[in-house]
């Protein structure tokens, strides 16, 4: 089985930081690309940032300049450091990734980390 766990998140200050990583764990042969979704209350599953095995990187419109997406391909986690936070940022923020295990594709999800950012 894979699995992706979450740590990080919490409260913070609007203009303050949080960082909020995820490592895939079990037996897979590879991992394609990795990333961040966050879901409001009421409202949709967005992206937030992806990266890509060259390392190239998505953001969405919201987040550019604010947020950075990192990866470590050794240690098979992903990483969004979150700067200039504003309480629209406060979400559900839950990882994925696209991976490669018994001959087939798949996309996993992490468990969900709050992060609450206060005005």
């Known amino acids: 089985q894979v699995q992706l766990v979450q740590s990080g998140g919490g409260l913070v200050q609007a203009g303050g930081s949080l960082t909020v990583s995820c490592v895939a764990s079990g037996r897979f042969e590879y991992i394609d690309y990795m990333g961040w979704y966050r879901q409001a209350p009421g409202k949709q599953r967005d992206l937030v940032a992806n990266i890509f095995t060259g390392n190239n990187t998505n953001y969405a419109d919201s987040v550019k300049g604010r947020f950075t997406i990192s990866r470590d391909n050794a240690k098979n986690t992903v990483t969004l450091v979150m700067n200039s936070l504003i309480p629209e940022d406060t979400a559900v923020y839950y990882c994925?990734?696209?991976?490669?295990?018994?001959?087939?594709?798949?996309?996993?999800w992490g468990q969900g980390t709050r992060v609450t950012v206060s005005s």
């Open positions: 994925n990734a696209y991976i490669y295990r018994a001959h087939y594709w798949d996309t996993y």
